[in-house]
Nanobody
């Protein structure tokens, strides 16, 4: 299983970014995919997640600003991030859970004030 992430970058506060996570080498049923982030000196935390059934959950700090979605035809999960804040700055990781945990390499998101 491999996860290809993309979409990070530098953006001003109030701006938007969309992250993409494209897993390969797994069965696209009965899975759980989450976006996590880790800021310098902090623990990695869950930002948003989606199940194969379409259920989603979000960290309180991003509710109303971030949206996780999937495109089954493209085998891709997205994290749309709007109204970004400097405290959203972190390395964002995609994780697939399906008979084990598989992590992507991470993508840097930097929000300037």
């Amino acid at each position: 299983v491999q996860l290809a992430e993309s979409g990070g970058g530098l953006v001003q506060a109030g701006g938007s970014l969309r992250l993409s996570c494209r897993p390969s080498g797994f069965s696209f049923d009965d899975y759980y995919i989450g976006w996590y982030r880790q800021a310098p000196g902090k623990q990695r935390e869950l930002v948003a997640a989606i199940t194969s059934g379409g259920r989603t959950n979000y960290a309180e700090s991003v509710k109303g600003r971030f949206t996780i979605s999937r495109d089954n035809a493209k085998n891709t999960v997205y994290l749309q991030m709007n109204s970004l804040k400097p405290e959203d700055t972190a390395v964002y990781y995609c994780k697939l859970t399906q008979r084990g945990d598989y992590w992507g390499q991470g993508t840097q998101v930097t929000v300037s004030s």
